[in-house]
């Protein structure tokens, strides 16, 4: 119920009566309190969500997510210390969880504590050898940080941690991207196509750049063959937009976008 943000306030206030029956019928039901803890946080209340989410860690000690919601709760209400505590508390409950570290690791680094963080980010991906999410964290890290080389190697070791999954295997073309470096954006994308073919969004990516790059005979086929089999993505038309625009062809290039906004309504950059 929660999640039904377009209901407003009455929502909220089917998640707080929701959540009061359960604990009628299961007192101690962590979940329950957990879902109060948020209703109460996401209405500004939130002496009222710590003690709800209080009450969750209480309940089941061993839930991960108990305690960041708890340490958000105190972060929320400008209490660093008592947010500092429940971070620490969820990985002492839970040392051998990727999650736990991760999630004090995030904490420091809100924090400032480049340091601790990247430390925490160190543990988390020693816990699992595939884990993406710490190892995409500390890639971060290491960019704030200067150290561009390391990750860069990271970024392009995540292909090999995690085959599959597409924030890995396309961490370092997004990585070229955001320090400006468009050609070895471009050949990373092309890489990944040869070996990740059915992945649209590496395609939609690649000649998102190819544009950039102003090598529009190359992006005008690939998106082609985007367009011939699936007419209505909104990405492809996008990109079709924006080549409609640079070859001088407005009205073409609005029919495009107007077709991209109504396949996919929250296409910010359509808009744009």
């Not at 009061?20 to 939130?46: F, Q, W």
């Not at 196509?193 to 102003?214: F, R």
Request: proline letters at 4%.
């Amino acid at each position: 119920v929660l999640e039904r943000k377009e209901a407003g306030r009455t929502s909220f206030s089917e998640a707080q009566t929701a959540a009061e029956a359960a604990l009628k019928l299961v007192p101690n039901s962590a979940r329950a309190h957990a879902i109060l803890g948020e209703k109460y946080m996401l209405t500004h209340d939130r002496e009222k969500s710590i003690q709800e989410l209080q009450k969750a860690v209480d309940a089941d000690p061993k839930r991960v997510e108990g305690y960041a919601a708890l340490g958000s709760a105190y972060l929320a209400a400008g209490q660093s210390a008592e947010g500092e505590a429940a971070f620490k508390k969820g990985v002492e409950v839970n040392p051998r969880s990727v999650e736990s570290h991760v999630l004090l690791g995030q904490f420091w680094f809100s924090q400032r504590k480049i340091t601790d963080a990247e430390a925490e980010m160190r543990t988390a991906a020693g816990l699992d050898p595939h884990a993406v999410v710490p190892r995409l964290f500390l890639a971060r890290i290491l960019v704030v940080t200067g150290r561009l080389n390391d990750a860069e190697k990271l970024y392009a070791d995540l292909k090999k941690v995690a085959p599959d999954d597409p924030r890995a295997y396309q961490a370092l073309a997004s990585f070229y991207l955001s320090r400006g470096q468009k050609e070895k954006a471009a050949a990373e994308f092309q890489s990944l196509l040869q070996s990740k073919p059915k992945d649209a969004t590496v395609k939609a990516n690649l000649v998102a750049v190819l544009i950039d790059l102003k090598r529009m005979k190359e992006a005008q086929a690939l998106n082609q063959e985007v367009l011939r089999k699936s007419p209505g993505d909104p990405q492809a038309l996008l990109s079709s937009g924006r080549m409609l625009m640079a070859d001088g062809k407005y009205q073409e290039a609005a029919a495009a976008l107007q077709a991209a906004v109504k396949s996919e309504p929250n296409c910010a950059a359509c808009y744009f």
